[in-house]
């Protein structure tokens, strides 16, 4: 497939850098980059390649979510006082209901297609504790396009008594479904071990999936220290352990393939334990906001060169557009982040924390071309700017699903899964 991209490029470069180029062409052979430049002429230069014009619009690397809940997707506004209090309430109920593989086919297909209205060309996806709907979950991922990471929810124990599987059931399912789908389609898709958090989950599990990830190298995702009452619960029930970080790190969940969401309420020395170990965060402000959780250390996060990036964690956070995950990072913390900082956590900086900064989140020649276009002039005909931070700030504050007009994987177009 060879195919030229016509439009004006926005190319995020690093957290203070992000370049613009107006009336500019992406060239794009078996999908991959093999050049960025001026559109005048263009057609001469690449006969026999498909000319996709549009000028006028932004061509911007697809939106990278490094954290949410497939079965959550119509859980999403549902009122909670807190974390363990909504989760209870709402959240364990809706993941019960995709032992229903025709309920979870239905909400799967909808998460999917979510996605892909907002922009979003690749997501690290819980999926419910099924091991079917799980690998359903990676079928219609496979039919999308896009890139996915996605896990079985793995909890063998709850604070509140119920077992929702056992150890062996759950280290067995998740070990199938990682062979089965782990790098399918050239790495497209990848398998995510995904204990939910501590409190569902036995010291025994963690161990287990910890001597995984030591012989094989294998993604982990969870969460940590979201919210004062499930770390409370975490160190009662794992007694002798100083911190909620250290359950993980001492059964050696923490790697640098690992993607711990939240993170809000760490001490330095678990700051320092997760810069150690390599280990990366998803940041979740929306979802914050929501259950009024806390707010995120950020200054900590870039002072000790921790690498972190952003998620939507839908269903607590209310919406799958990245945009609104990038305003609320700036409205979350008591100083300002500048719209070229949130973008790049938003693109390239989460292609850092999958270690894919090689092959997606910006336009550097070689890389995937996974991109999206933006039509700025959806909501002002007139719109002008004068500096890349001010076309940045119209985008975050005012973009929308409604903004994203086609999206492209690896030079593919993408639609709507039916």
């Not at 050049?35 to 697809?62: C, N, Q, R, T, V």
């Amino acid at each position: 497939m060879k195919t030229i991209i016509k439009g004006n490029i926005i190319n995020p470069i690093s957290r203070l850098k992000t370049e613009y180029f107006e009336n500019y062409a992406i060239v794009i052979e078996n999908g991959k980059i093999i050049e960025l430049l001026p559109a005048d002429g263009i057609e001469k230069k690449y006969s026999g390649f498909e000319m996709l014009d549009y000028s006028g619009k932004i061509i911007s690397p697809g939106f990278i979510d490094n954290h949410l809940h497939i079965p959550q997707v119509n859980q999403r506004a549902r009122y909670g006082e807190n974390l363990m209090e909504w989760l209870s309430k709402y959240i364990l109920t809706a993941e019960d209901s995709f032992e229903d593989l025709e309920i979870a086919e239905r909400e799967i297909k909808n998460c999917f297609n979510c996605l892909i209205a907002n922009g979003t060309t690749t997501a690290v996806m819980y999926n419910s504790y099924h091991k079917s709907a799980t690998d359903l979950a990676f079928q219609i991922a496979e039919k999308s396009g896009l890139k996915a990471f996605i896990g079985k929810t793995m909890m063998d124990y709850f604070t509140e008594g119920k077992q929702y599987e056992t150890t062996d059931q759950s280290l067995k399912d998740s070990y199938d479904l990682y062979k089965k789908w782990d790098g399918r389609d050239n790495g497209r898709l990848n398998y995510i071990f995904t204990p939910r958090f501590a409190p569902a989950c036995s010291l025994e599990l963690l161990t287990e999936i910890g001597k995984i990830a030591k012989q094989e190298s294998v993604y982990i995702q969870s969460h940590l220290s979201e919210n004062k009452d499930e770390i409370e619960q975490a160190l009662n029930k794992f007694f002798g352990f100083e911190t909620y970080t250290d359950i993980y790190d001492k059964t050696g969940i923490l790697t640098a393939k690992t993607i711990m969401a939240h993170c809000i309420h760490l001490s330095d020395y678990e700051f320092n334990l997760i810069r150690d170990t390599g280990c990366k965060i998803a940041h979740c402000p929306s979802s914050n906001f929501f259950l009024k959780s806390g707010s995120f250390n950020f200054s900590a996060a870039e002072r000790k060169g921790i690498e972190f990036g952003l998620g939507s964690d839908v269903g607590a956070g209310p919406s799958f557009s990245l945009f609104d995950v990038m305003k609320s990072l700036n409205y979350a913390q008591p100083y300002h982040i500048l719209p070229q900082k949130s973008y790049y956590y938003a693109t390239l900086g989460n292609a850092y924390v999958l270690g894919l900064e090689k092959d997606t989140g910006n336009f550097e020649i070689g890389k995937d071309a996974d991109l999206i276009v933006i039509d700025i002039k959806k909501y002002h005909q007139d719109f002008k700017f004068s500096t890349v931070e001010n076309l940045l700030a119209y985008m975050i504050y005012l973009g929308h699903q409604g903004f994203i007009t086609d999206m492209f994987v690896r030079g593919k177009k993408i639609n709507y899964i039916k």
